[in-house]
């Protein structure tokens, strides 16, 4: 994540759990004019459109107070759904065992883009199987991951 996606995590965070959801990550995308906060929410009761309207409601009011966006964007609240996004290391232990896309923000072994078992971590690092080979990918130089669904 981005400073201003920790930023914004770290900010929004308390409203989030004070409505009984987990703030599982945040995504800022700047589009021209038209910029995205994106944040994602999980439960252990799942998510409902009717809570995404509730958090919705309750971060804009937060968000209005605060202002840490400057100029306009449209904020969207949604469920990680099967194919979710990882953003913090600790996520990844949850799904040991599944096949996970990886993009690295510089080559690793003259690639960025991975796809494979997550095996597990070391330390700081992914460890990833890919055709056979495991990889140890430090989660420092991670820009995206994505756990996939198969089909």
């Not at 953003?87 to 991975?114: D, I, M, N, T």
């Given at each position: ?26 995504e800022f995308l700047i589009q021209g004019k038209h910029s995205v ?35 306009e964007y449209t904020l969207e609240v949604s469920s990680p759904g ?33 796809k494979g078992i997550l095996r597990g971590i070391e330390d700081d ?27």
């Open positions: 994540m981005s400073a201003r996606e920790n930023k914004l995590q770290a900010l929004l965070a308390p409203t989030v759990e004070a409505l009984g959801f987990e703030l599982w990550g945040t906060l994106r944040l994602y929410i999980e439960s252990e009761n799942g998510v409902q459109v009717t809570d995404c309207a509730a958090v919705s409601e309750q971060v804009g009011a937060v968000l209005d107070v605060e202002e840490p966006i400057g100029g099967v194919d979710r996004r990882l953003f913090r290391l600790e996520q990844y232990l949850a799904y040991v065992g599944q096949e996970v896309e990886l993009r690295l923000r510089s080559p690793f072994e003259g690639r960025r883009k991975f690092d992914i460890v990833l199987l890919v055709d056979d080979h495991e990889y140890l990918l430090p989660y420092g130089d991670v820009d995206r991951a994505q756990l996939t669904l198969r089909i």
